[in-house]
């Protein structure tokens, strides 16, 4: 039965050309945008570092005074140096890594190649390891070596890239920032996106080449690129980099392998604002969070309002390029009366003209949902062809080619139910009368 | 003609009636909001800077091996640098002025801070927010700024201190929006504030007419033009020059830069980013809402061709099913242009309703908007606008199956259905 259905679907369908072509243009236009601006929010709202997102917190607390001009309740997105340090090495976490972001002037041996800068990040022994960076070549840095204030480097593939044309360059020098450092570990590809860490240098298509050991960054005055929140009367300046105690620079976060660590931890947090506190340090009441990544994303509202929005408006779009399929098909089903009249007449049961018109709906949904896919392959194009930071990652993944067709398939069965419904009312050989 | 037939005969198609009434509601209400957004990214983008922008480009470099702006001594080998920089591009042909700057409006890297009237205040006590530009006795001229009150600054004021250095400086130029602000009677020239809660006091000397800070982010929307210019340079191990070439020798003059700056000291890093006009800038800047806008602009061409068609399409159906009865009217009287008018007014009906209700659709939405984003009550005129040109648009599309039907000759009427 279906195969006589589709069949008489497609010579209905064939009998009025320009009234398909609209229905199935209307949809492929709809089902096109919204898949567009569907796959970017996809992309953008992904998990960085899926299967191991959940375990890492980001511990923030409140060392701030009543005055400073950060607004609001919520402790400050950063730490200060002398809190970054003390939590650090509290150790109360599985892991646990100090950062921040900056750049530094790479100065290549070779007389061939001009001094560049690059992004780089500070941070502790345990970040490769807690955030799964993959090594190609050799491997980070030891927890000594912080200490020490070794001068070693990890570095990115596409600087390894760059400078020794991508061999292996564990134990080489490398100078940077007027310093010679040891080259311990190259990295793979390796850029997570967002790039939850440090979403004060930009959150997607960004990725460091440098990677050294904070206390070294601290003791070379390498410059400090981010965000830094100071209030009370503690001046920058000469001697450190910012006032230890009252500028929020620093990034922390921490592995916690189950819930139950986690309300520990933020256990610990509370107690320290309290120790704080009690020190002078603190003045308010403990403030604390801890967020994991994914909430950590949202609460820094890491999607563009823009993206948000052109999501919306092509669902707007799409909803009015539903309820004009409907009509159409409305009309081109009502038109039908005599037919179905004809056909009920014969002996087809309504619920056989029902499926009968449902399929001819399917096969408009079907065509427009392929128009549709060809449609958001081309928004996509042009997305990665825009200027932003997020271009490169405008794919579709198989999850959103299946999200389409059934999206396309279910816009068009919804646009076909009420017309085939009320198609279906015609009274058998009622029509035939006045022929 | 009474509207009595046309309602009735509404009343029989129900369906397709509420089908086209809520496709003009929906196209209304996107079409509405989606034109007021596009309304306000045009606005944005068009706003002027303050800065008198032709002939004026930017160059960004960072040395290598320079001493830290954090060390003793490091400071003043800097400004020394930093001189010899400056010596070296004004001394070029095609360059009008330069001055050193920490940055530019639009160029989105700022330092932002707080005015107030008590010293040891910060912004909670109700003060101004306001962005630092840092800069010598030539910023003014080279950025092109229009003093309206005071003085502007003299070689004598200029101070060099390191980037990180948070000393309150002795004076300052603000702009007028600013000056409004802390001082609403007026007169802010020769009055003291005080600056980041510091206790040490600044002197207004000078006020422009206008500059806006350099971030175009929504987050700087209460102080988008409150400015404020200090006489420092400052010394780190990077440094910006603003640069006014002389009429028309713009490229020539953005060409000559990098030479003459290795020239001076080869140890430094200029890409092909380090030197950039101030058009290219801006362009940079407003990418997103440009994009954004045109987005937008092409999906409502694409909505209303869509209704458009929907309308067409439904017509020319209803045309075709009431063949017999438009033959019977022809046949009893009804003149060509009665049919047309019949399909005409049906359609205005409709497109009545839908209107009405895309209205408040669209108040809906952009409320809705208002509580989700960034956005602004709709003005009438946008929602007036959009009423007439769904109008127009049903009556645009309904013409070509409404006369096809004023066509049809009375003799229909004699003929089986």
Not at chain 2, 19 to 32: D, P, R
């Amino acid at each position: 039965m279906f195969g006589y259905y589709l069949d008489l679907a497609l010579h209905s369908l064939k009998r009025n050309k320009a009234l398909t072509a609209l229905m199935v243009l209307a949809i492929a236009l709809g089902i096109g945008a919204s898949m567009t601006t569907l796959t970017v929010l996809h992309v953008l709202s992904g998990d960085p570092l899926p299967g191991r997102s959940d375990m890492l917190y980001y511990p923030q607390i409140d060392p701030r005074d009543d005055s400073g001009i950060l607004p609001g309740k919520e402790p400050p997105f950063q730490l200060t140096e002398i809190d970054g340090f003390n939590l650090l090495r509290a150790q109360r976490a599985d892991r646990q890594a100090l950062m921040t972001g900056g750049a530094v002037p790479i100065q290549p041996d070779s007389a061939a190649m001009d001094p560049f800068y690059v992004e780089a990040r500070y941070t502790t022994a345990d970040f490769f390891a807690m955030f799964g960076a993959p090594f190609h070549y050799g491997r980070g840095w030891s927890a000594a070596d912080d200490e020490a204030k070794a001068r070693e480097v990890v570095i990115g593939s596409e600087l390894n890239e760059r400078l020794f044309g991508g061999v292996n360059s564990v134990g080489r020098t490398l100078r940077v920032a007027d310093s010679q450092f040891r080259i311990v570990g190259v990295l793979g590809n390796w850029a997570p996106s967002p790039h939850f860490y440090d979403l004060n240098t930009g959150s997607y298509g960004y990725a460091e080449q440098v990677f050294m050991p904070l206390q070294t960054a601290l003791d070379l005055h390498v410059a400090h690129n981010g965000s830094t929140d100071c209030w009370g009367n503690g001046t920058g300046g000469v001697g450190r980099i910012y006032p230890s105690s009252s500028c929020v620079w620093m990034q922390f976060w921490v592995q916690l392998d189950t819930p139950a660590k986690a309300a520990d931890y933020q256990e610990f947090l509370v107690h320290y604002s309290e120790q704080q506190k009690a020190l002078g340090r603190f003045v308010k009441a403990p403030n604390v969070r801890l967020r994991n990544v994914m909430q950590w994303l949202a609460y820094w509202q890491v999607i563009p309002d823009d993206v948000r929005l052109q999501t919306w408006l092509a669902f707007g779009f799409l909803l009015v390029c539903l309820v004009n399929t409907v009509g159409l098909m409305l009309a081109k089903f009502l038109r039908r009366s005599a037919e179905l009249s004809v056909r009920r007449a014969l002996g087809a049961s309504r619920r056989a003209l029902f499926a009968q018109l449902l399929i001819e709906s399917g096969v408009v949904g079907m065509v427009g949902g392929a128009g549709g896919l060809l449609l958001a392959l081309l928004g996509l194009w042009v997305v990665r062809h825009r200027p932003s930071d997020y271009a490169a990652l405008a794919h579709l993944d198989p999850a959103m080619l299946l999200t389409t067709f059934l999206l396309a398939l279910g816009a068009s069965l919804l646009a076909g139910l009420l017309p085939a419904w009320r198609a279906c009312q015609v009274a058998p050989a009622l029509q035939l009368k006045s022929n | 003609m009474t509207m009595h037939p046309i309602l009735a005969a509404l009343r029989k198609h129900k369906a397709g009636v509420v089908l086209i009434a809520l496709q003009i509601a929906l196209t209304l209400a996107i079409v509405c909001n989606a034109v007021f957004i596009i309304g306000q990214r045009i606005e944005r983008v068009n706003r002027p800077t303050g800065l008198v922008e032709n002939d004026l480009f930017l160059v960004t470099q960072q040395w290598v091996g320079a001493p830290s702006g954090d060390e003793p001594g490091g400071v003043a080998k800097l400004d020394t640098m930093q001189l010899e920089d400056l010596a070296a591009l004004r001394n070029l042909p095609d360059v009008a002025s330069v001055a050193p700057i920490n940055t530019l409006p639009l160029l989105n890297s700022s330092w932002n801070g707080s005015m107030a009237l008590q010293p040891g205040q910060e912004l909670r006590q109700g003060q101004a927010r306001t962005t630092y530009y840092f800069g010598d006795e030539q910023m003014l001229s080279t950025l092109g700024l229009r003093l309206v009150a005071g003085r502007g600054f003299t070689a004598g004021d200029v101070q060099h201190r390191g980037f990180r250095d948070t000393t309150s400086p002795a004076i300052v130029i603000v702009t007028r929006e600013l000056a409004d602000k802390l001082f609403p009677q007026g007169g802010a020239v020769g009055k003291t504030v005080y600056i980041d809660g510091s206790s040490s006091p600044t002197a207004i000397v000078g006020v422009v007419e206008r500059l806006q800070v350099p971030s175009t982010g929504s987050w700087v929307n209460a102080f988008t033009w409150n400015a404020t210019l200090v006489p420092t340079r400052l010394n780190a191990n990077f440094s910006r020059y603003v640069v006014r070439a002389k009429p028309g020798r713009l490229d020539a003059a953005m060409r000559a830069v990098t030479p003459a700056l290795y020239k001076v000291n080869p140890m430094r890093v200029l890409d092909d980013d380090s030197v950039r006009s101030f058009a290219e800038i801006r362009d940079r800047a407003y990418r997103a809402d440009r994009g954004m806008a045109i987005l937008m602009g092409v999906v409502c061409l694409i909505l209303l061709c869509v209704t458009a068609a929907g309308i067409v399409g439904l017509t020319s159906f209803w045309v075709g099913q009431r063949h017999r009865q438009i033959g019977v009217r022809r046949a009893l009287g009804a003149r060509k242009v009665d049919i047309l008018r019949y399909f005409q007014i049906e359609n205005l009906l409709i497109a009545g309703a839908g209107v009405v209700i895309g209205v408040l659709l669209a108040v809906g939405l952009n409320l809705w908007l208002m509580s989700h984003y960034e956005m602004t009550r709709i003005p009438v005129p946008y929602v007036l606008t959009g009423v007439l040109a769904m109008l127009a648009i049903g009556q645009a599309a309904v013409f070509v199956p409404a006369r096809r039907a004023s066509n049809v000759p009375p003799v229909e009427a004699t003929r089986a259905a």
